[in-house]
C-alpha cells in the first residue's frame, strides 16, 4: 500500500517525520501511503519510535486522518498490537533511530508491496514496474523465472530480479544500517481436514451467512461499487451475496465477453443472473476479441516495461477497469479465491479432480531452467493463512485496479471462509457443488450453474497467440533475449511452437507460450 524512499541518514534522532500533501517527509525520505475512500492512513510516534499504516477501511469506523500523532510508549506498543491481532489487510512501516527500518504486513496482501536496497536507500511500490530503476538486470533470479516458465508459480519472496523482493503475508522486512534487506517470516498457519456433517444437515445457510459477513466488510456503496461478473460460479456467488445486503442496489456488473459459441452462451447465462438479481444493478462489457495481448494496441506491444507479474488478460480487464473508472465506481468485487476454497485436497483426489499444474515440461523451457525444476519448491514462504494461490492472483490484479483508481475486494478470501471450507466434506467441494446447489435454489434455468460448454480464455489466447505471438517469438529469435543468453529459454523449442502455431496445428497447451513471450517483455522492450 506505499510507495516509499527511506534512508538511515534521515533516522536520527531529533529528525521529525511531517505530513505534507500526500505523503509523510523527513530529509530526503519518503513515505507515500495508496490514498482511496476505502483505505485510512495513519501516523504514531512516541518519541523516538515512528509507525506508519495503511489499513483497508471497515464498515463501522471513521478514516484516521494521517498527521503524525504523539502518543506514549504503551499506547504505541498497544496501537501496533491491535493492527496485528484485529486487522487483516494493512501494510506498516517502523523507523527507529540506531535500529532497522522495519516494514510488515498482514494475512490479506489486497496490494502488494514490493522492497529494492539499493545504494543505502530502501526503495519501496505496490507496482512491480515502478522499482525497474533499483533493478539489476545482471542479477537475475533464475529459480523465480523458471518457475514463471515452466507454469509453476509457488508462493515467494523472489521475483525476477535478486535485488527486489515481496513482502509475503504476515512477513517482516528488516532494512540495517549496513543497506541490507533481510526478510523474516512467519510460523506456518495451522489448517485443518475435512469433516462429516451431522444428517441432514445443510452446510449453505452458514457458508451463506459467511460470505455476507466477508461481503459487508468494506463500507461499499451500490452506485459506486462493481462485480467482475463472468457469469461463472465463483463471481455469481459473490453476485448474489452482493445484492442481499441492504447497500447491494445499483452495483454495476462488468464482463469480459468471450469469442464465439462461448461469448454467446456468457451474454445468455449473464443476462439470466442480473434479470434474476434485478435491485437496479446496470451491466459493462468488453469484448476479449478486441483486446488481444501482443496486438497492436495491446500493452505487451509498446515500448516499455512490463512488470513480469502482469495478467495475460490485462488489455480487456484494464479496457473493463478504465470503464469502471469512467463511471465513477471506487470498489470492484472479484471471484478470486472460489477454486482454492472448493479445492480439492491431494489425499481426495482419487478421480483426477484436484491440482492446477500440468505434468508436462513445456518445449520452450532452456537448459537451466530445466536443471532448476527439482529446486521449484525451495525457498517458499510457510503455509499461509489463505491459500497461497489466492495471494498470488491478488499481487497479480491488485496494481492493476490501483491505477485505475479502483479498490479490490475478494470476499472468497475471508479466512473464516477459507477454513469453514477446510471443514465441508468432499461432496461439497467436488465440482463446486456448493456453489452450482446456490445457484441451482435461486430457480434460474440449470444453464447458469451447468453450462454445456466450457468457457474460458484458451481460444483467445491460442489466436492471439497466432496473429500476434508468432511474430513478437520470431523477433526474439531474431535479436536475442536475456532469457536465451541464461539458458532460460531454448530457442528451437520456442520456434517450433511459433511453427506450429502459425500452421494451425498447435499443440494443446502451445497457447501458455505466452507467459514466456511475458517473461521476456519483463526484460526488454521492443
Known sequence: MFHFRITHDDNLPGRDWIWRASRWQCGTSWIEPYRHVLTEQAALTDGTRTL??????????????????????????KAFRELRELRDDWTAVQVEPGRAIQVTTGTACTSPQYLAADAGVLHGSWDLASLRDQQHPDRLDHLAITRHLALRARYSAATFW?????????????????????????DPAEHTRARSLQKGKDPIPLFADLLERAVTRLP???????????????????????????????VTAGTVILDAERG????????LVLEHIASGWSSLTVQAANHLPYGPASRFSRPV?????????????DALSGRFSEAGIKAVFTGIGGDELMAITAAEDTGGWGGFEPADTPPWLGRTAQALLPDIDKAITPAAVVPET?????????????????????????????RFCEWLPLKWRQDKQLMRVILARTGMPSQVARPPIVENFQQIITEAMRRYGVPRARQILADGSPLIDAGLIDPDGLGQVAARLEAGTPAASDHEVVFALLADSALTRR
Do not use: N
Not at 227 to 245: E, H, K, N, Y
Open 390 to 418: 489466492t495471494l498470488m492472483a491478488k499481487a497479480v490484479c491488485g496494481p492493476a485496479f490501483l491505477r485505475h483508481g479502483l479498490w479490490p475486494a475478494h470476499p472468497l478470501t475471508d479466512p473464516a471462509l477459507v
Open 52 to 77: 506508519f499504516t495503511s489499513v483497508a477501511r471497515r464498515s463501522s469506523e471513521r478514516p484516521a486522518r494521517p498527521e503524525v500523532v504523539t502518543v506514549s510508549p504503551d499506547a504505541y506498543d
Open 220 to 250: 461499499w456503496t451500490g452506485s459506486k461499487t462493481a462485480v467482475q461478473l463472468s457469469g461463472g460460479m465463483d463471481s455469481t456467488t459473490v453476485a448474489l451475496a452482493m445484492r442481499t445486503t441492504p447497500q447491494g442496489a445499483g
Open 305 to 317: 516495461w512490463v512488470s513480469p507479474t502482469t495478467d495475460i488478460y490485462a488489455d480487456a480487464l
Open 162 to 186: 535478486q535485488d527486489v523482493r515481496l513482502l509475503t503475508e504476515r512477513a517482516t522486512a528488516h532494512f540495517a544500517a549496513d543497506g541490507s534487506l533481510a526478510i523474516q517470516f512467519p
Open 264 to 271: 454467446a452462451q456468457q451474454t445468455e447465462r449473464l443476462q
